[in-house]
């Protein structure tokens, strides 16, 4: 199992990227699945970002982002994406998408994820 994050880059405040993450070795809509975007900042803990449940249309945001980012899935392409807008300098890290065969509660701790992406850097300059 892979899953490929990419869409990063640097971008003005105000700005927007959207980040992809495409799953391999595994089809998501099978399972009733957790796929996640986590991020970290330099010299910060990995925190959760975004969440989506691979058979419905339940999705879950962190406070920070809610408003503003926004989790979607395409289980055609196997695909999840983060639709990133009103950037700002704190939303600067490296963001990685997570995934887990079946739904957990605690969607919003890493230590339930058992796929990871290789993650992908935002950087929202002033």
């Known amino acids: 199992v892979q899953l490929q994050a990419c869409g990063g880059g640097l971008v003005q405040a105000g700005g927007s990227l959207r980040l992809s993450c495409a799953a391999s070795g595994l089809t998501i809509d099978i399972y009733n699945m957790a796929i996640a975007w986590f991020r970290q900042a330099p010299g910060k803990e990995r925190e959760f970002v975004a969440a989506?449940?691979?058979?419905?249309?339940?999705?879950y945001h962190a406070d920070s982002v809610r408003g503003r980012f926004t989790i979607s899935r395409n289980n055609a392409k196997n695909t999840v994406y983060l639709q990133m807008n009103s950037l700002k300098p704190d939303d600067t890290a490296v963001y990685y998408c997570?995934?887990?065969?079946?739904?957990?509660?605690?969607?919003?701790?890493?230590?339930?994820?058992?796929?990871w992406g290789q993650g992908t850097q935002v950087t929202v300059s002033s």
């Open positions: 989506i449940r691979s058979k419905s249309s339940s999705t």
């Open positions: 997570a995934a887990r065969q079946y739904w957990s509660v605690a969607y919003y701790s890493s230590s339930q994820y058992n796929y």
